[in-house]
C-alpha cells in the first residue's frame, strides 16, 4: 500500500468514525444537541480536524443523510431481485421504505432536517452533488419497475413520464414519513396503524394507474399477507413489523 492509498484509507476510516459518532449523538441527546466540537471531543480528535472533513454543520448533516441512502438502496435492490410481478415490487419498495425508517428511525429526521432549504442552501456544492448522487441508484431501480412493468403490458404510462408517475408512491410515502414522526399527531386524528394505511391507499392509486394484476387493498387479510410474504422471502434477516 502506497503513502497516498494509506492516507485516503485512513482519511475514510475517520470520516466513518465521525458520522457513526454525530449518528450516536443524535440518538441519545436529539437533533438540537448536535454540535461539531461534540461530534470532535468524542472521537477524540481536535475539531480542526472534523472540519478537514466537514466545512459545516451543514455539511455534515447532508454527509449523514448520504451515507444512509446506501443502506436504503440495498433494501431496495433486493426488492427489485425479488421474484414476483412488477406490480407486486412497486408495492414491496414501499414495504421496504417502511422497514428502513422503523429500523434506521435517525435517518427520515436527517434527511428532513437536511432537506430544508436553510441547511441545504448553506450546505458546500460538492456535498449537496454527493447527496444527489448517492439518490441515483434509488431512482434507477423504480424507474426500472415502471419500464419492466410497461415492456411487460402491464402498465400503461397515460402520457406520464415513468419519473412523473413515480412522484405518486413517493409523495405518499415522504408525506407518511413525515405524519408518523410528528409525535402525538396521527394519534390525536385516530390513526393508529399508519404504514398499513398507506399500503391501502398504495394499492388504490396502482389499480387508478391500471397496474396489473389489479388488487383489492379494503381484503385486510390479503393485504397483510402481501406484507408477510415480502417480508419472509427477501426480508428475513431485518427484524421490523
Not at 451543514?58 to 412488477?86: K, N, P, Y
Not at 417502511?98 to 428511525?105: D, L, R, S, T
Request: proline share 3%; with cysteine; hydrophobic share 45%.
Amino acid at each position: 500500500m502506497t503513502t497516498k492509498e494509506r492516507r485516503q484509507r485512513d482519511f475514510a476510516t475517520r470520516e466513518h468514525l465521525f458520522l457513526e459518532s454525530a449518528r450516536n449523538i443524535i440518538r441519545e441527546r436529539g437533533l438540537l444537541d448536535l454540535q461539531m466540537s461534540r461530534v470532535a471531543e468524542s472521537c477524540d480528535y481536535a475539531i480542526g480536524t472534523l472540519y478537514l472533513h466537514f466545512a459545516s454543520k451543514e455539511d455534515l448533516l447532508i454527509a449523514l443523510a448520504t451515507d444512509s441512502l446506501q443502506h436504503r438502496a440495498d433494501m431496495f435492490r433486493r426488492v427489485a431481485g425479488w421474484h414476483a410481478s412488477s406490480r407486486d415490487r412497486m408495492a414491496g419498495i414501499a414495504v421496504a421504505d417502511m422497514m428502513f425508517v422503523k429500523v434506521y428511525p435517525e435517518h427520515f429526521r436527517v434527511t428532513q432536517l437536511a432537506s430544508t432549504e436553510v441547511i441545504w442552501g448553506a450546505a458546500s456544492a460538492e456535498r449537496r452533488r454527493m447527496a444527489l448522487e448517492a439518490s441515483e441508484p434509488l431512482s434507477r431501480i423504480v424507474m426500472g419497475l415502471i419500464e419492466e412493468a410497461v415492456r411487460n403490458g402491464d402498465l400503461q404510462l397515460r402520457g406520464l413520464k415513468p419519473s412523473e408517475l413515480a412522484l405518486g408512491p413517493w409523495a405518499l410515502a415522504l408525506g407518511v414519513h413525515t405524519l408518523v414522526h410528528t409525535q402525538g399527531l396521527l394519534e390525536q386524528n385516530q390513526v393508529h396503524e399508519p404504514y398499513r394505511v398507506m399500503m391501502r391507499h398504495l394499492h388504490h392509486l396502482l389499480n387508478d394507474l391500471g397496474w396489473q394484476p389489479l388488487f383489492d387493498p379494503t381484503d385486510s387479510a390479503a393485504l397483510e399477507q402481501k406484507i408477510t410474504t415480502l417480508q419472509r422471502e427477501v426480508f428475513t434477516d431485518v427484524a421490523c413489523r
